[in-house]
């Protein structure tokens, strides 16, 4: 048996099991990687594409979300995980507890002063291709808690985010839609220019000196990491 | 009873005299609230008159701090009640020059408030003498000036650091006897259940101490609370302190406070409505906890999880045609609620009583697929114990304390809505431990069911020209100046509080929120003493926190 006759001779076949293992040492595709379109395409099927845009088809259809939750919105990401909703259809719903082993990261909440260098570690530690949404009003201003003094007044001044979902929180199905979205994009090539500065994560010592700085210079050490928030020219 | 609207009933008169002569001449003069009756006293006397109240009247419960700026001075609030009967209050008034606001600490009476007070030093910049370690709880510890104080500029730059994870491990050798090793839980991992970090230190595989480090989701709600009006700009924020769908129970809390502050008389129908919106949110909260629960404990991420999502979904389907959004209702209104039950009436009902009457077997696929597990009962039976004693003295309210066998249930004792017109029981424990709350949880869903189905009953014996579901409210709200009000409800983690002081414009003076979950997790430190790792976790589940109530 090799791997160019049809697969349906498998359904009618009684021929003990060694047949198989002998199969699957021959030439070619296993008969178990076959498939109804390997054989729309005939027997030693091949497809000419530009590398690019098949790489970035694979990425679209396999990404690997962070378990990331930080506020209300992450109680209806739980949903859009979970039962009913179940992103996992689209090829979008590992949630992987690891940045490293994550492709996207949802934003899910506000984010305040003590949680942005640490959104910015997460961030970090991603490998590249890395993608971001950005889930909820919070998430693009801050949202109902805008004018906080805690509060940073949107994701996108600490980390550059391709897909915004607006909503306080978004339902799941608006979530799913921005999903897709970032997997057309992404099958597309396309990408977020970033177009806030963002805070940045910098060494003590690289702040430029001013009264602040000068006034914290007893407590920090000059090559812990800080960010600095400038609250008066936030948006 | 007969109690005339202004006149205090007799037995109160006698208890507020009771209190005079027992506090003598520490009490500097009377500064009653709406609530409780309150005493004034010297910073210097806080420790003396607290253990009074405690050891000699029975003040067990320190419910909440309130710290506030006046324009000539700080000021202290102990809220202070009892577990027996949570009515019986009175608050201590301690006021602080403005430029020396030092005051002793509460906290060698009641453990609860070594936090309450870091809370009002972090935000207002009181100071507390004898507190064990004042430090900055919520902000970050490079923060600059305090924000609700008076004199805080919110324009000024601050810089926080990212310090790298400090390893005791090493500094720890130094001492041959010591060989403790660090480990921290988050601020990003997911058996936190948000941004919680805890610091903790293993000694072999033990825990000899650990720190749980909040405030990465501080998102000011109380001065939010305090730039709204009354009338509609604050109700949309409860939602998004416990956002687990437990939004109608904490709306019911501001509601509470703002009418008894501002006397307004809710009708009966509308309160029948609030009784059934928030007790439907009580059973998604609480299958929320025990879905991630099951996921902490024994990692099942496919089956338990899921069937409680699915059940979330009905309900969250219920509550969507009754309010009109999935998780953050915005429903109640000052006064009432902000619209009658959806037409038609018969599919809602319908809708709502087919889920309560598959409720049962659910309830039992829970106790078949994890009460009953083997491996469920090995990581929750005698882990994670906490002494009713201890629950009282880290003023741990809802399942957690009930869950210890401390019977404190505000809806029926302290009652409120429509909870004294129907038949329900309080679940109690006696376990103390992680299953007993797990219990404690899945008993209240059944009870609340049953409440929910009585108020379908009644609401659909409702005559039709009746339906009234606001108070006539004026538009705009302006309580009396220098009014105070503190008002708890039982919100599915506790007691859930908000004191009002009003300041004769229609906006707050002071608007603090008392969050059942920031006490409860102050007893973690307790419950995983000297246990493993794995049963640090599973505490952490069973206390069911949420970093935005938490954190605030």
Sequence with gaps: MSSDEPRQTIHGSTAPSTDTREARMGEGADDRFNSKLREAFGTSPFILTKFDQFMNWVRGNSMFMLQFG?????????????????????????PRASP?????????????????????????????????????SCTISGGPFQEGYNVVKGAEEIIPIDIHVPGCPPRPEALIYGILKLQERIQNGESSPVVVKPYELEEFGDLPEDELVQKLASEIDEDDLVMRYNWADSP | MSTGTESMPEDATDRVDELADLLGSRALTREDHVNAPGFVVNPGDVQDVLFDLREKAGYDHCSCVTAQQYEDRFETIYHLKKYADPTDEVSIVVPTPLDEPVSQSA???????????REAYDLVGIEYEDHPDLRRILLPETWQGHPLSASYDQEKPQVVTLSEHANPLEPDHEDPESDTMFLNVGPHHPATHGVLHVKTVLDGETIAHIEPDIGYLHRCEEQMCQQGTYRHQIMPYPDRWDYVSSGLLNEWAYARAIEDLAEIEVPEYAQIIRTLGSELCRIASHMLALGTFALDVYGEFTATFMYTFRDRELVQDILEDLTGQRMMFNYFRVGGVAWDLPEPREEFFEQTRDFLDELPAKVAE???????????????????????????????????????????????DDPYGYYENLEWDVVTRDGCDNYARVLCRMEEVEESAKIVEQCLDVLEGWPEDDREVQANVPRTLKPDADA???????AAKGELGIYIRSDGTDKPGRFKIRSPCFSNLQALEEMSQGEYIPDLIASLGSLDIVLGEVDR
């Design chain 2, 366 to 412: 829970y106790n078949d697929l994890i009460t009953t597990n083997e491996i469920f009962q090995t990581r929750c039976i005698d882990t994670g114990v906490l002494e009713p004693d201890v629950a009282k003295d880290y003023g741990c309210t809802g399942p957690v304390a009930r869950g210890s066998g401390v019977d404190y249930d505000l809806r029926r």
């Design chain 2, 484 to 490: 105070e009000v503190y008002r708890a409800v039982e």
């Design chain 2, 107 to 117: 906290e060698p009476v009641y453990r609860t408030a070594d936090w309450h007070e």
């Design chain 1, 100 to 136: 490293r082993q994550a492709d996207v990261m949802i934003v899910p909440g506000t984010i305040v002063s003590k949680f942005g260098p640490r959104m910015k570690r997460v961030y970090d530690q991603m490998p590249e291709p890395k993608f971001v949404v950005g889930m909820g």
């Design chain 1, 70 to 94: 930080i506020a209300c919105c992450s109680i209806e990401m739980i949903h859009t995980y979970a039962i009913k909703h179940d992103v996992d259809r689209y090829g979008a719903g590992v």
